[in-house]
């Protein structure tokens, strides 16, 4: 992993695996570098992007105060799939933060980020700026190939796509706005609401989602996570058509079956995996027969509702 860490301290870029989707690197004190992720991702400049650490014993660098249970969601969850928003350091530059006074900061729970962070960390690095690893508006990939699918075409010689293998969770990390009385959902994740307030003991606060404009998520855009295919939610499917649903969800005749996963962690899994077949095997239209219930659940309606909007407006 010294290698990778090298390519970042010199200002390059690693695109790497975490449990959540793949991420591409850059040193988050190096404006240049960080410069690059968003020309590479097509991504405007104001958006804030995670800076990704190998422990929580990081995070005092980059915050300036940090409340008591986000401190206690830390030690929970972390690494895990869960970035707490927090106000900034001085570290954490107007390019990381889109001009905010908050960071967003992640442990991410997966062996190959993990070593690659450590090894950076040796190396006198002090934190990861990685957005999910797609052009601007894209299904974020899960696997090696999907990054390459992506970016080849935009990264440089000296920039480097780590492989290590497919995400386990398959959707973002829930982002947790911790700069209130109360821990706020900015963007639902594994990570849900109940190990939130188990973890905290406070009632998470109302709007599971910050309004437009109110604060910059990118996955906050109506319109998101989108395949080429049109996506359409909850109804039959016709011949021809792709489909993804759990499955105890029959195949109607002709129907092309891209998932049919047996739980809800699968499910989120699979989703974008899924939606990047439909678009390879040049599907027009994926039918999404969406599950019931809490936890996961919240967020895959999340991603599919966002990835639904542009068909729903054309
Ligand atoms: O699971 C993940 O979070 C992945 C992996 C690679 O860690 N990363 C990821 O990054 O999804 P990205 O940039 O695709 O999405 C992060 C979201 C963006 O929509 C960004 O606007 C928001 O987090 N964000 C980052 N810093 C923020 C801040 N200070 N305040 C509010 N939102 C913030
Ligand atoms: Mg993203």
């Known amino acids: 992993m010294g290698d990778a860490a090298a390519v970042l301290i010199s200002g390059g870029l690693v695109a790497f695996p975490t449990e959540t989707v793949y991420g591409l690197g850059a040193d988050a004190c190096n ?11 097509g991504r405007p400049a104001d ?33 895990g799939p869960m970035t707490l928003v927090v106000r900034r350091s001085n570290l ?3 390019f990381i933060t889109g001009g905010q ?5 992640r442990v991410p729970n997966h062996p190959v980020a993990l070593g690659l962070l450590e090894a950076f960390t040796k190396a006198g690095g002090k934190g990861v700026a990685a957005p999910s690893a797609n052009r601007f508006g894209n299904v974020s990939p899960t696997t ?15 920039d480097v796509i780590l492989d290590g293998g497919a995400c386990a969770v398959g959707v973002e990390s829930t982002i947790i706005d911790c700069t209130g009385e109360v821990p706020k959902i900015l963007r639902p994740g594994a990570v849900t609401v109940a190990m939130i307030e188990e973890s905290t003991g406070l009632v998470v606060s109302d709007g599971k989602i910050a309004k437009k404009n109110e604060i910059r998520v990118s996955g906050s855009l109506d319109s998101h996570y989108s395949p080429q295919a049109t996506v359409v939610l909850d109804q039959s499917p016709e011949a021809g058509q792709g489909f993804i649903a759990m499955a105890d969800v029959a195949t109607p005749d002709g129907v092309v079956r891209l998932a049919a996963p047996q739980t809800h962690e699968e499910f989120a ?15 027009a239209t994926v039918v999404v027969i969406r599950p019931q219930g809490e936890g996961i659940v919240i967020a895959i309606y999340d991603r599919l509702e966002r990835a639904a909007y542009r068909s729903a407006e054309s």
Do not use: F
């Open 269 to 283: 899994r699979v989703l974008y995996s899924s939606l990047r077949a439909a678009d390879e095997k040049g599907l």
């Open 31 to 41: 404006e240049v570098a960080v410069a690059r992720i968003y020309s590479v991702k």
């Open 144 to 158: 090696a190939q999907a990054v390459s699918d992506e970016l080849s075409d935009y990264l440089g010689m000296g």
């Open 101 to 105: 006074d908050t960071v967003g900061v």
């Open 47 to 79: 958006h804030p992007l995670i800076v990704h650490v190998a422990s929580m014993d990081a995070l005092g660098d980059w915050a300036a105060d940090v409340p008591a249970y986000a401190i206690a969601l830390a030690r929970d969850y972390w690494p």
């Open 92 to 94: 954490a530059a107007d």
